[in-house]
């Protein structure tokens, strides 16, 4: 266990250390909410077992106000601080290490790519993005018209229920708000960045390199692709030489079953061999 303070408050960690030496760039495991340090089917848990076993020094951690951690309770936007305090406490515990590589998967991922849009911390020496958090109601709509209503807009099914009365008014009504929702989709406020717009400038401004793995069974991963596809803050970001995408079909959203579980971390682990610890060009 790593016990560590960010702004005057406990945080509650676990470090899973090689037997030998560790590699010079460690990972930190951060936690998408609501969650802990364990995660979904204990898939932290495994990863970080995985990367000691394999040289790395993986630390997985509660935020305020999560798991064993005290304070009070907040989502990915807030916690730049969190992540900061618990880069620092890696590093200090094994002063052998040089920098961190950031590991994420849904709304960590997102809190990730925000972090290094607030900080431009020259600590991180990579970043994994799994099944990126990009969601809005625009976006929902979007990725429900395009990825459920289509579907069935072309079954002979769908048709047949509703010349026969099948299909309600309620059904039709949500495919119209949905329309209207996802046409909305990719616009921003006057004011302000959105979130989504936050975390392209994260990625945008970071010239270490970066994995993205994107699950086939899995809305939010759609949703993530086709944000990244319309929105204008997020062009040609996927297509940078310093990124890796892996996209996995038949995986769901927490790679729930033993084999997408052992796939994705072993993609993690050939990219921190081969991206993190590679000299930067």
């Given at each position: 266990?790593l016990?560590?303070?960010?702004?005057?408050?406990?945080l509650v960690?676990i470090l899973?250390?090689?037997?030998?030496?560790?590699?010079?760039?460690?990972v930190?495991?951060?936690?998408?909410?609501?969650q802990?340090?364990?995660g979904?089917?204990?898939?932290f848990?495994?990863?970080a077992?995985?990367?000691?076993?394999?040289?790395?020094?993986?630390?997985?951690?509660?935020?305020?106000?999560?798991?064993?951690?005290?304070?009070?309770?907040r989502d990915?936007?807030?916690?730049?601080?969190?992540i900061?305090?618990?880069i620092t406490?890696?590093?200090?515990?094994?002063?052998?290490?040089?920098?961190?590589?950031?590991?994420g998967?849904?709304?960590?991922?997102s809190?990730a790519l925000?972090y290094?849009?607030?900080?431009?911390d020259?600590?991180?020496?990579?970043?994994?993005?799994?099944?990126p958090?990009?969601?809005?109601?625009?976006?929902?709509?979007q990725?429900?018209?395009?990825?459920?209503?289509?579907?069935r807009?072309?079954?002979?099914?769908f048709?047949?229920?509703?010349?026969?009365?099948?299909?309600?008014?309620?059904?039709l009504?949500t495919?119209?708000?949905?329309?209207?929702?996802?046409?909305g989709?990719?616009r921003?406020?006057?004011?302000?960045?959105?979130?989504?717009?936050?975390m392209a400038?994260?990625l945008?401004?970071?010239d270490g390199?970066?994995l993205?793995?994107?699950?086939?069974?899995?809305?939010?991963a759609?949703?993530?692709?086709?944000?990244a596809?319309?929105?204008?803050?997020w062009?040609?970001?996927l297509?940078?030489?310093?990124?890796?995408?892996?996209?996995?079909?038949?995986?769901d959203?927490?790679f729930?079953t033993?084999?997408?579980?052992d796939?994705?971390c072993?993609?993690?682990?050939d990219?921190?061999?081969?991206?993190?610890l590679?000299?930067?060009?």
């Amino acid at each position: 266990m790593l016990s560590f303070t960010c702004e005057g408050e406990p945080l509650v960690g676990i470090l899973a250390e090689p037997d030998g030496t560790p590699a010079e760039v460690g990972v930190l495991i951060i936690v998408g909410g609501p969650q802990y340090r364990v995660g979904s089917h204990r898939q932290f848990t495994l990863l970080a077992r995985h990367l000691a076993a394999n040289g790395f020094a993986a630390l997985r951690f509660d935020y305020r106000g999560m798991g064993d951690s005290p304070g009070e309770a907040r989502d990915f936007l807030g916690v730049d601080a969190d992540i900061a305090a618990a880069i620092t406490a890696l590093l200090a515990a094994r002063p052998a290490l040089k920098r961190v590589a950031l590991w994420g998967l849904c709304d960590a991922a997102s809190a990730a790519l925000l972090y290094l849009d607030s900080t431009r911390d020259p600590r991180v020496a990579g970043i994994a993005l799994l099944n990126p958090w990009a969601r809005s109601a625009a976006s929902l709509a979007q990725t429900h018209v395009k990825h459920y209503y289509w579907r069935r807009l072309r079954e002979k099914e769908f048709w047949l229920k509703l010349l026969r009365g099948g299909v309600g008014t309620t059904a039709l009504r949500t495919l119209g708000s949905n329309l209207r929702l996802a046409r909305g989709a990719g616009r921003k406020t006057a004011d302000s960045r959105s979130f989504q717009d936050r975390m392209a400038a994260g990625l945008r401004g970071f010239d270490g390199p970066a994995l993205l793995v994107l699950s086939g069974d899995d809305y939010t991963a759609r949703e993530f692709a086709g944000w990244a596809g319309s929105s204008p803050a997020w062009q040609g970001l996927l297509a940078r030489p310093t990124l890796v995408l892996h996209e996995m079909p038949t995986a769901d959203h927490t790679f729930s079953t033993l084999e997408d579980q052992d796939a994705q971390c072993r993609i993690c682990l050939d990219w921190l061999s081969t991206r993190c610890l590679a000299p930067r060009t």
